[in-house]
Every structure is written in structure tokens, then in C-alpha cells.
């Protein structure tokens, strides 16, 4: 007798940050059926686990500079099905395209990628003395970041600057006033997310505006 699918209790704005993050920072198995989560925080991937009903044990994996981090694997082929059906593949890094992304949700899923791979940092101008601040998003598909630039600036209303930095790593990177757009509309209040991205990103939104 065939085993029933299984749905993962997740809808909404969990959903689709979760894709985000699967899209950075998550992969494909080859064997249509698990789907991986890495991260450098632990309490991070319990509340995953937390928010997506799960009981899956969270191991320890090693880099190749054997740096440590740890992940869960999610086993669900509704799952998997579902993202193969808005445009992830397996061994997506240097292969993806353009997602479907529900626009509602849009803020949900940028969330998902800044806290999977990307960056907020904040410095001090030399001349003003004033904070300056920076989003930087990764991925080494120029296709998807173009396709990103594109949808982030037509609903978001932001501009940004995306170039390549090695033959394997495009930047999307955002200034300080669009920095700020997004971290007031991607980080509210009870989201989900990685608690330290939250935190620099209402700092950057408190910061001063000029």
C-alpha cells in the first residue's frame, strides 16, 4: 500500500519565508522527497522546527574550511513537489531563474533570503560621522538576481545595484534609504525570522534619515 502524503502545517507569510530561506540557504536532495536547512544558529533552526510542527533532530554538518553549522532535513513530498513548482531545482545555485512568488507574500520570501544569504551592516561616514547602512543579497545565478532586482524594486519601490563579483557570486546590494524600506517592510512585528537580522534591521530603520 502506497504511504500517504503528508502536508506540512504551514500557510501564509511561514510559507513563504520558508522559501525564501530554502532558496538561499536550503537544497534540493536528488531524491525527490528530502529538502535540507543549514544555518549557523541553532535556536534559529529549533524555531523552525517549532513553527513547521516537525520533530526532525537537528544534526551538525561541516564546510569544506571545516567550519561548524547545523541543519534539519524536512522528508515531505508535497513539500518538495510544490517547490519544484514555483522554479526550484536541485543544485539550484548557479541554475535558478525566475520563481513564482505570490506578491503578497513577496516580503515574506526577500525576508527568507536576506536571513539565508544575505547581510545588513551599518558603518560610520568619515566625513559626516553619521551611520551608513547597506542590504546585501548573494547568489551565485545572475538570472535570478536580475529577476530579483526586477520584482523587489516594482513592489517594493527601491532601487539597488546588482553586479558580479567573481565568475560564481552576483550582488544585490542596497543603500541606506532603500535598506531601511526593507527592513520596515520585510521585518514586522512577530514575524519570522533570525533574530539578530531582525535586530540590525530595526536598528537601520530607527537610524537617522538623512
Not at 517547490?83 to 526577500?110: H, P, R
Not at 560610520?124 to 532586482?149: A, D, T, V
Amino acid at each position: 500500500m502506497p504511504q500517504k502524503r503528508k502536508d506540512l502545517k504551514l500557510e501564509g507569510s511561514n510559507l513563504w519565508y520558508l522559501v525564501g530561506l530554502i532558496t538561499s540557504d536550503g537544497c534540493l536532495s536528488g531524491d525527490g522527497r528530502h529538502i535540507d536547512i543549514t544555518s549557523k544558529d541553532y535556536e534559529f533552526l529549533q524555531g523552525i522546527k517549532n513553527s513547521l510542527g516537525i520533530t526532525n533532530k537537528i544534526g551538525i554538518k561541516y564546510n569544506t574550511i571545516k567550519q561548524k553549522a547545523f541543519h534539519i532535513q524536512i522528508a515531505n513530498t508535497n513539500f518538495y513537489d510544490f517547490l519544484l513548482s514555483i522554479g526550484l531545482t536541485k543544485n539550484k545555485s548557479l541554475t535558478l531563474g525566475e520563481l513564482k512568488i505570490a506578491s503578497k507574500y513577496f516580503v515574506d520570501f526577500l525576508r527568507g533570503l536576506i536571513d539565508g544569504d544575505g547581510s545588513i551592516r551599518k558603518w560610520i561616514h568619515p566625513s559626516n560621522k553619521r551611520e551608513q547602512w547597506s542590504l546585501r543579497i548573494y547568489s551565485g545565478s545572475g538570472e535570478f538576481m536580475k529577476w530579483l532586482k526586477s520584482v523587489s524594486e516594482a513592489l517594493l519601490k527601491i532601487q539597488g545595484r546588482l553586479y558580479r563579483e567573481t565568475d560564481t557570486k552576483w550582488v544585490l546590494k542596497y543603500g541606506k534609504m532603500a535598506a531601511k524600506e526593507i527592513a520596515k517592510q520585510c521585518y514586522y512585528k512577530n514575524c519570522l525570522c533570525l533574530d539578530r537580522k531582525i535586530k540590525l534591521a530595526q536598528d537601520c530603520f530607527d537610524s537617522y534619515k538623512g
